[in-house]
């Protein structure tokens, strides 16, 4: 990992400054200079004892490929060649099991379970070379000037930018500073994270639990590992967090129901408060929100560091073409581009993750029923099935060029595993 900054170099004015070095900055920062603008990335090295994994679907694993991280990570990745659902709620009537395999859509894998702390390593290392790295504590101070932003980080260094991108987590300095108001709440749920072994092959599916007071979900690791999303109640967590090693396994093998035999051992747990969070408008006045400066939502069908993938890569397309042709790459027209680019991708993840969120909530028969009836329409209609799938996945028209397939097309995901699932397990 490059831990040295980069001196900041005679002409310290950029095209675009990326603030926050967390998974979406640095994708940002590479996607901005894979795009040929030039790029400084502000902030601190991502933390190495966050012990959560992100499965990462088709559309971000080609983005890695193409910013040619892939090689580096495809050895501490599993792909996930199915997703099951099963209703462990103590309802009156169960919903029925589904499972997804990504065959349906002609993928060999939906996507990959990825370390975080292995994501922003390898991403980190990418950076050698093709952009400006400063490892600040933090930016400190943002001043707008004639043709753009003037940045002071907390050691006084300055850096100017026309553009900058706003990666620097939930609660946002460079979002205050452009008064971009927010949506947000809270959900009376935390996720209690860490990883597993087990005696039983996983077979790449997986598997989530719908319980009375949110998903348990895990997720296949390479060899007899997965990951675990417990989202309880925050009591329930911390109580879960507390707990001794078999104690804990044991409690979380009754809520697996035998499913991957033997468990033990496992990683220190973390625990995260679920909130759910939506900016007003994702860009305003030369500082576009990318990741969760821009959208916070509950672990559910993992959706948030894909949509911030997306965000960053959208971003760099938009700025990219917009300086081609000769623009000032902050203006407004810009900056209003990039509000429309990502407003119905972003809102209709934050609400329908929401959504899916509440019903599993529900103590209600009637919304109990809808669920289930939906679940039903989705395990007997195929096309219906499909288009869900290949939506929960973001294969979706507006999908920025760096984020398709190099060699296949929209359709089909690159799959640089090809055949890494059998024997790994
Ligand atoms: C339990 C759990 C499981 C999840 N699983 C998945 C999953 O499977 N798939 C998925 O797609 N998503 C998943 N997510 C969501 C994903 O983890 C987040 O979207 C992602 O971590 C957010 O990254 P970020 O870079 O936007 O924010 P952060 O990781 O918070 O990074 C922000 C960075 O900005 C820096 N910073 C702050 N202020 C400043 C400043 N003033 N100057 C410079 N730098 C600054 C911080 O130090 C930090 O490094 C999950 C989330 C949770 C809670």
Redesign the pocket.
Known sequence: MAQESRQIPDRCRFDVAV????????VAALCGAEMGLSTVL??????RK?T??????AP?VNLLQRLGAWEALATGVAPLKAIRLVDSKQALLRAPEITFLAQEIDLDAFGY?IA?ALLTEVLERQTAGRLTRIA?????GIEHIADGIRLT?SEGEMIEASLVAA????????RDAVAIALSSWSYDQA?L?TTFRHSRDHSFVSTEFHCQTGPLTV?PMPGRRSSL?WVETPDNAARLAKLGDTAFLGELADHIQGLLGVLGPSSPR?V?R?QGQTAKTFARNRVAL????GH????IG???????FRDGAALAEIAATARAQGEDIGSTAVMERYDTARRPDVTSRVWGVDLLNRSLLSPYLPVNLLRGAGLFALSVSGPLRRYLMREGIGLTEALPLIMRSVDAGLDKAISPLDGLGSGRA
């Open positions: 603030v926050g070095a967390g998974p979406s900055g640095l502000v902030g601190p090295f991502a933390s966050d959560r994994t992100a499965a990462l679907m971000a379970n975080n600040s504590a933090g930016v400190s980080t990666a620097d987590g939930r609660h946002s300095k460079m996720a994270v997720v999303v973390q995260f679920l990318i990741g969760e400066a916070v939502m509950p672990p993992a959706q948030g560091l894909n949509l911030s």
